[in-house]
Each structure stands twice: as C-alpha cells, then as structure tokens.
C-alpha cells in the first residue's frame, strides 16, 4: 500500500522562488519512476515543503531535489520506511499551558535556539500520526526545566518549525489551543 510523506527541502535564502522537481532514487540511486513537479509548497525564504502520496510500500532509497529548468541537484532526502513514527503523540483534550519561566539568554545574549550551526526541522503530527498539526506553539530548551529557552514558534500547515540548534540533546515544548500532550517536552537528540 503505498505511503504519504511530507518532506522539508531547505535550500536557504539565495534561493527564496526556485521552480523544483523531485525524482525519487532507489537504494543504489537508480532512478524510480519518473520526476514529480507537483506537490511542492514555497514557504518562504528558500524553504520549501514537498508532499508526496505514493511512496511505494516498502520503499528505501531517497529523493533527489532539482532544479526543474536544468536538472541541477539542490537536495536529498532518505527514505526509509522506519523513519515515518516521528512526534506523534498528541492526545485530543483541552488546552495546555507553557511552562512560565522567563527566557535566560544562552550564547552572548541571544535566546537559545538561534545560534547553533544545525537547521532542525521539528514537525508535530495530530493524533493519526499523519496529518501535520498547524497553529501549535513550539519552544525548544537546552534543559528539562525549560529555563534556557528559546522564543515559541508556532507550526505552519504542515506542522514545522525550524530552529538553530547546538547539537546537543534538546526539549522541544508544545502548546495548541485545542490539544495536550502525553508527553511534554519531548526529547530529541540533534546531531
């Protein structure tokens, strides 16, 4: 049965209205099928979101991201089926509320997560743990008490924030208005 992804392709701000194609690329990077030049949604500022429904079930290789005009390589992405049960415990009930303490400045006074070398996409699903859970409010801290933190972001349509991070062992705080979160920070390792 195939498989629906959405996957983030970053190219940076040089490259903020590109016009892309994927080609998906087995395991010895052979090409599979043919290019797909629908599915992609520009975000802003050389980020762009592909979405994909027809992942052959079972498939392992990668995506290659290209310029669409002349075939230039940008990006790629694995594709490996165990890598699909990612951020998906949210639980439908009432609201939850951040933790309060204060922002501590983290790296010269700016605020954790803006000064790190590793863009981590984190992506919060609903409770099907497929479909992307927009308006949601993220922070990120490098402790479990959430004092050295970031500023919240909040979870485009496809569930995605995105911050500069240390690699290091992160918690990433969540908050919607109509979710709580069995587990709350989830813990993540960036590397």
Known sequence: ???TRIIPVILGSGLPSETLRAQLVDAAGVNV?????TGFVNLGTGNYAWLYAAFPDGFRGGVKFLKDSDGTLYAFEAVNPEG???NTNAKTTAAVTLPTPAPTGYGGGTLYGQNGTVDFVYT??????TTPLPGASVYVSADSAGVQRSQPKTTDALGRVVFTLVPSTVYFWRSHVSRVFAVNPDVEIVS
């Open 124 to 129: 919060l699903f609903d409770t099907d743990g």
């Open 84 to 86: 699909f049960a990612e």
């Open 1 to 3: 049965m195939p498989f």
């Open 33 to 37: 099928g043919t290019a797909v030049t």
